[in-house]
């Protein structure tokens, strides 16, 4: 099979399939995503001397994705079955939560 | 105990609150048990820290408690590593003196001021509770059996294994952590089953706190990768793997770079690469999975080969070339010789030289975990029939705990909450089997058989079960009795190996009454009480906390072995000739020299068996000045009598023991009861120091290093005028000289 066929495959898939909410998401996503590779990039450039500093901010965008997209996992309707004990409100709570848990860290750790 | 609950809805008690009350009792007396059985040494000795690390802790803890959180965070210790100092904040891990001094203010503010030795002599066995009761709720994790909770509870709380690092007085770091870890365990396991990130957060949460507290968290680090890979190649990838790994490993991560000893290890070691690289992974994996669901089977195939292949093989390249381009950190030593087992001995030897690094041996997981050792395995098979992804933790942990608790006899301590779960496992199946006293076929098909009794017997299902009373007893019986045996044993293994607080000595008088050798608080209190606040006392490595801890003086090197080569000065001014030695302490402004001596009691852990273990350190650094080879007699033998080589005779720790020994015994009859030998009733000489103290046994005996000659002299020419060793005829001739300088 050829590459732009698979890639517009996914294209289409995602655009018909994705509910309103969960675009949203995936902009938030999207957007942590360029700052981590805006910070990455920056710390290439210019060297990573206050190192704590740099692993603070990338941390945060990092573990904040991750957190994100873990909402996401568990807001969707595709994945209802495999988390039976998880309402959407309880994996916002959740979310929120971790969020706060992972910037109580990063705060401390960027010093 | 755990037998009882089972049968609760037999006797009619059907309601879920009666069982859970019977629950409740039985963990407390489970905890109770578990504190009673770690308390023999405290009541038959005193309330006293035990051991050597401990001691350290203990003085940590007490300044954390007189000086406050900050001060304690940022301490400069300048009474360790004389002239270097340590950086304490930076190098320990504060989890367990944050812990017992938060205790000790917490009791403050409930008015009941507890002295701060207490709460450290006693943190052990409280915390051995709570792993009771963590280990309680790991297996209820596993299994639905009711009984196999409650069983994993009492093993955990008596096992030898665990009580061996636990007894009160134990103050050291596994005291809180083998409940951290197993807490961790049981959260991470409810993570991944029900997928939740409060639920991953609390796990890295606990990982943080045990990360604060035991240099072991690596082990953690390491078997939740391992778990998560199993599950990726098993198949079972699911987004709860996704969203517990991702949360565990994002805010764990963040959350053990926190403590200032850990730092940014995470990132550049090579024992934190597997969490890093699963965590790449486990992203990749669930993009796939997402694409998956997106496109046909057969554009899906090109799309994962490709992508697999190329991210794979450039993520394990990166590592690779980061590694051997030095950004990764390779495998520290310690870690490295638990793969390579005969790395340590070689070029380490200060990681060789301490005993708990050694091999295993068998005999001591029979007297470690008695009978659960045989019940493991099976508990570890029954976890294969209904491979849940939680079984799988449990095999993978009984894997690679085996192996490292192989490697080396300290870590038997990680592998004991998996052998308590299993065997938990396997004995409660075997009782829920034969202690069910509902009859296996339902009522009516009791009746059924005996109606079809002329049909074909081939036709009829056989009635697989346990019918026999007997059968029932006599096997449950058994089981029963094998429990009541394992609890006698560690009881017993408790009481006689386990209990005794290595500061104070105990013996038998011939009239079987106990006799207390207090040799070393009696030198160190001698030393607290007797010399300059700032002394500072150069003895080896062993003996630096407790010096620290109990006689309150500076030391030159300690139990933390950060300064191989400080150690190794140390090392080679005890194997050195006097002279050489002396200079040694003079450039460290060493004012007095302990030595431990077993000679006149028998005391085998004593300095001269230590001896070659100084020298190798020695050797290490400087090849040319000590060898090893010269302590050895021609025929290869170590030996202190008169057949001694004159190295060894010459050697200040030689000179240290044996000085003024002969003297103790009749003529001709000077023993060494360690040796047994006899030793040359011309004791040695020294020169540059003096004997300051000698404890009531001899165990203990203290040197003070003479300052320089007031008119000049070397050592050796001065102590030969004082005994009046004069030549009695001084030569005229004029001996050889060199020319005046200044």
Same mark, same amino acid.
């Not at chain 2, 003196?97 to 000790?104: L, R």
């Not at chain 2, 699911?238 to 490993?249: E, G, Q």
């Not at chain 2, 021609?634 to 060894?648: F, K, L, P, W």
């Given at each position: 099979?050829?590459?732009?066929?698979?890639?517009?495959?996914?294209?289409?898939?995602?655009?018909?399939?994705?509910?309103?909410?969960?675009?949203?998401?995936?902009? #938030?996503?999207?957007?942590?995503?360029?700052? $981590?590779?805006?910070? #990455?990039?920056?710390?290439?450039?210019? $060297?990573?001397?206050?190192?704590?500093?740099?692993?603070?901010?990338? $941390?945060?965008?990092?573990?904040?994705?991750?957190?994100?997209?873990?909402?996401?996992?568990?807001?969707?309707?595709?994945?209802?079955?495999?988390?039976?004990?998880?309402?959407?409100?309880?994996?916002?709570?959740?979310?929120?939560?971790?969020?706060?848990?992972?910037?109580? #860290?990063?705060?401390? #750790?960027?010093? | 105990?755990?037998?009882?609950?089972?049968?609760?809805?037999?006797?009619?008690?059907?309601?879920?609150?009666?069982?859970?009350?019977?629950?409740?009792?039985?963990?407390?007396?489970?905890?109770?048990?578990?504190?009673?059985?770690?308390?023999?040494?405290?009541?038959?000795?005193?309330?006293?820290?035990?051991?050597?690390?401990?001691?350290?802790?203990?003085?940590?803890?007490?300044?954390?408690?007189?000086?406050?959180?900050?001060?304690?965070?940022?301490?400069?210790?300048?009474?360790?590593?004389?002239?270097?100092?340590?950086?304490?904040?930076?190098?320990?891990?504060?989890?367990?003196?944050?812990?017992?001094?938060? !205790?000790?203010?917490?009791?403050?503010?409930?008015?009941?001021?507890?002295? !701060?030795?207490?709460?450290?002599?006693?943190?052990?066995?409280?915390?051995?509770? %709570?792993?009771?009761?963590?280990?309680?709720?790991?297996?209820?994790?596993?299994?639905?059996?009711?009984?196999?909770?409650?069983?994993?509870?009492?093993?955990?709380?008596?096992?030898?294994?665990?009580?061996?690092?636990?007894?009160?007085?134990?103050?050291?770091?596994?005291?809180?952590?083998?409940?951290?870890?197993?807490?961790?365990?049981?959260?991470?396991?409810?993570?991944?089953?029900?997928?939740?990130?409060?639920?991953?957060?609390?796990?890295?949460?606990?990982?943080?706190?045990?990360?604060?507290?035991?240099?072991?968290?690596?082990?953690?680090?390491?078997?939740?990768?391992?778990?998560?890979?199993?599950?990726?190649?098993?198949?079972?990838?699911?987004?709860?793997?996704?969203?517990?790994?991702?949360?565990?490993?994002?805010?764990?991560?963040?959350?053990?770079?926190?403590?200032?000893?850990?730092?940014?290890?995470?990132?550049?070691?090579?024992?934190?690469?597997?969490?890093?690289?699963?965590?790449?992974?486990?992203?990749?994996?669930?993009?796939?999975?997402?694409?998956?669901?997106?496109?046909?089977?057969?554009?899906?195939?090109?799309?994962?080969?490709? @992508? %697999?292949?190329?991210?794979?093989?450039?993520? %394990?390249?990166?590592?690779?070339?980061?590694?051997?381009?030095?950004?990764?950190?390779?495998?520290?030593?310690?870690?490295?010789?638990?793969?390579?087992?005969?790395?340590?001995?070689?070029?380490?030897? !200060? @990681?060789?030289?301490?005993?708990?690094?050694?091999?295993?041996?068998?005999?001591?997981?029979?007297?470690?975990?008695?009978?659960?050792?045989?019940?493991?395995?099976?508990?570890?098979?029954?976890?294969?029939?209904?491979?849940?992804?939680?079984?799988?933790?449990?095999?993978?942990?009984?894997?690679?705990?085996?192996?490292?608790?192989?490697?080396?006899?300290?870590?038997?301590?990680?592998?004991?909450?998996?052998?308590?779960?299993?065997?938990?496992?396997?004995?409660?199946? @075997?009782?829920?089997?034969?202690?069910?006293?509902?009859?296996?076929?339902?009522?009516?098909?009791?009746?059924?058989?005996?109606?079809?009794?002329?049909?074909?017997?081939?036709?009829?299902?056989?009635? =697989?079960?346990?019918?026999?009373?007997?059968?029932? =007893?006599?096997?449950?019986?058994?089981?029963?009795?094998?429990?009541?045996?394992?609890?006698?044993?560690?009881?017993?293994?408790?009481?006689?190996?386990?209990?005794?607080?290595?500061?104070?000595?105990?013996?038998?008088?011939?009239?079987?009454?106990?006799?207390?050798?207090?040799?070393?608080?009696?030198?160190?209190?001698?030393?607290?009480?007797?010399?300059?606040?700032?002394?500072?006392?150069?003895?080896?490595?062993?003996?630096?906390?407790?010096?620290?801890?109990?006689?309150?003086?500076?030391?030159?090197?300690?139990?933390?072995?950060?300064?191989?080569?400080?150690?190794?000065?140390?090392?080679?001014?005890?194997?050195?000739?006097?002279?050489?030695?002396?200079?040694?302490?003079?450039?460290?402004?060493?004012?007095?020299?302990?030595?431990?001596?077993?000679? %006149?009691?028998?005391?085998?852990?004593?300095?001269?068996?230590?001896?070659?273990?100084?020298?190798?350190?020695?050797?290490?650094?400087?090849?040319?000045?000590?060898?090893?080879?010269?302590?050895?007699?021609?025929?290869?033998?170590?030996?202190?009598?008169?057949?001694?080589?004159?190295?060894?005779?010459?050697?200040?720790?030689?000179?240290?023991?044996?000085? +003024?020994?002969?003297?103790?015994?009749?003529?001709?009859?000077?023993?060494?009861?360690?040796?047994?030998?006899?030793?040359?009733?011309?004791?040695?000489?020294? +020169?540059?120091?003096?004997?300051?103290?000698?404890?009531?046994?001899?165990?203990?005996?203290?040197?003070?290093?003479?300052?320089?000659?007031?008119?000049?002299?070397?050592?050796?020419?001065?102590?030969?005028?004082?005994?009046?060793?004069?030549?009695?005829?001084?030569?005229?001739?004029?001996?050889?000289?060199?020319?005046?300088?200044?």
């Amino acid at each position: 099979a050829n590459w732009d066929k698979v890639l517009q495959n996914i294209y289409q898939y995602y655009m018909n399939e994705t509910p309103q909410r969960t675009k949203l998401i995936d902009v #938030f996503l999207a957007f942590i995503a360029v700052v $981590g590779a805006l910070q #990455f990039l920056y710390c290439i450039l210019a $060297g990573n001397y206050p190192f704590n500093a740099f692993l603070s901010g990338f $941390g945060a965008t990092v573990g904040q994705f991750v957190l994100t997209i873990s909402l996401r996992i568990q807001t969707a309707a595709a994945n209802k079955s495999d988390f039976p004990e998880v309402s959407p409100e309880r994996a916002f709570a959740d979310y929120v939560v971790c969020s706060l848990i992972l910037h109580f #860290f990063c705060v401390n #750790f960027i010093n | 105990m755990a037998v009882e609950t089972p049968k609760g809805p037999a006797l009619g008690y059907t309601t879920e609150s009666t069982r859970a009350l019977f629950r409740v009792v039985i963990l407390c007396f489970i905890a109770a048990a578990a504190i009673a059985s770690r308390l023999f040494s405290v009541i038959r000795f005193e309330s006293i820290i035990h051991e050597f690390d401990p001691w350290f802790n203990f003085r940590a803890t007490k300044y954390l408690v007189a000086n406050g959180f900050h001060k304690f965070w940022d301490w400069f210790d300048d009474r360790t590593w004389h002239p270097l100092g340590r950086v304490t904040g930076g190098t320990l891990y504060p989890g367990l003196m944050v812990t017992s001094g938060a !205790i000790y203010h917490a009791l403050k503010t409930l008015t009941v001021p507890v002295d !701060i030795r207490n709460i450290c002599v006693l943190l052990a066995p409280a915390c051995s509770g %709570l792993t009771a009761f963590a280990t309680y709720l790991l297996t209820n994790e596993m299994t639905t059996s009711p009984s196999a909770g409650l069983l994993a509870a009492i093993f955990m709380g008596i096992a030898p294994g665990y009580i061996s690092r636990s007894v009160a007085g134990s103050y050291d770091n596994e005291a809180i952590a083998i409940f951290l870890l197993v807490f961790t365990f049981y959260l991470w396991i409810k993570a991944l089953k029900l997928g939740s990130m409060l639920w991953g957060a609390l796990c890295a949460l606990f990982y943080g706190y045990m990360v604060a507290s035991w240099g072991g968290y690596a082990f953690i680090t390491c078997l939740l990768p391992v778990h998560a890979l199993t599950l990726i190649c098993m198949g079972r990838y699911s987004s709860r793997l996704y969203v517990s790994y991702t949360t565990w490993y994002a805010l764990g991560t963040l959350a053990s770079m926190q403590i200032p000893f850990v730092g940014f290890l995470p990132i550049k070691t090579s024992e934190h690469m597997p969490a890093l690289g699963i965590f790449g992974f486990i992203q990749l994996i669930g993009f796939i999975e997402y694409v998956r669901s997106a496109i046909s089977g057969r554009q899906f195939q090109t799309f994962l080969v490709t @992508i %697999l292949v190329a991210t794979f093989g450039l993520g %394990l390249l990166g590592l690779v070339g980061l590694t051997s381009l030095g950004y990764i950190a390779p495998w520290s030593g310690r870690f490295y010789s638990l793969w390579d087992t005969g790395y340590a001995k070689i070029h380490i030897p !200060i @990681i060789a030289s301490v005993s708990e690094h050694q091999p295993t041996a068998w005999p001591s997981y029979f007297f470690d975990l008695n009978f659960l050792v045989w019940l493991f395995p099976a508990g570890v098979y029954l976890c294969f029939q209904e491979l849940r992804d939680e079984h799988v933790f449990v095999v993978v942990y009984a894997l690679f705990g085996s192996y490292f608790s192989g490697v080396m006899v300290r870590l038997m301590l990680t592998l004991t909450p998996v052998v308590c779960v299993a065997a938990a496992m396997s004995a409660s199946q @075997i009782l829920d089997t034969y202690l069910s006293w509902k009859s296996v076929v339902p009522a009516e098909e009791q009746e059924a058989p005996k109606k079809v009794r002329g049909g074909l017997r081939g036709v009829e299902k056989p009635n =697989v079960g346990i019918y026999s009373p007997l059968t029932k =007893v006599l096997v449950s019986g058994s089981i029963l009795v094998y429990l009541l045996m394992f609890v006698s044993h560690c009881t017993w293994v408790t009481s006689n190996a386990y209990s005794s607080p290595s500061v104070v000595l105990a013996s038998r008088m011939p009239d079987g009454s106990q006799h207390i050798i207090d040799d070393y608080r009696e030198a160190y209190q001698w030393l607290r009480q007797n010399t300059k606040e700032d002394a500072k006392i150069m003895s080896w490595w062993d003996y630096g906390y407790q010096i620290g801890g109990m006689a309150d003086r500076p030391t030159l090197v300690d139990n933390n072995t950060w300064n191989n080569t400080h150690i190794a000065t140390v090392g080679k001014a005890m194997s050195s000739r006097e002279e050489v030695s002396y200079e040694i302490m003079r450039q460290h402004e060493v004012d007095y020299v302990l030595v431990v001596f077993g000679g %006149l009691l028998g005391y085998s852990g004593d300095d001269i068996n230590k001896f070659l273990w100084m020298v190798r350190i020695a050797e290490g650094i400087w090849p040319d000045e000590v060898k090893e080879r010269d302590f050895f007699t021609s025929q290869g033998e170590y030996r202190v009598d008169e057949g001694a080589t004159d190295t060894m005779k010459n050697s200040l720790m030689y000179k240290m023991s044996y000085y +003024n020994y002969a003297s103790l015994f009749p003529p001709g009859q000077a023993a060494d009861r360690v040796r047994q030998v006899r030793v040359p009733d011309q004791g040695p000489v020294i +020169n540059t120091i003096e004997e300051a103290y000698t404890s009531e046994n001899w165990i203990i005996r203290i040197y003070k290093v003479k300052d320089l000659d007031n008119i000049g002299r070397d050592h050796v020419n001065a102590a030969a005028f004082e005994r009046g060793q004069k030549k009695k005829k001084p030569t005229k001739k004029r001996g050889a000289r060199v020319l005046r300088v200044d």
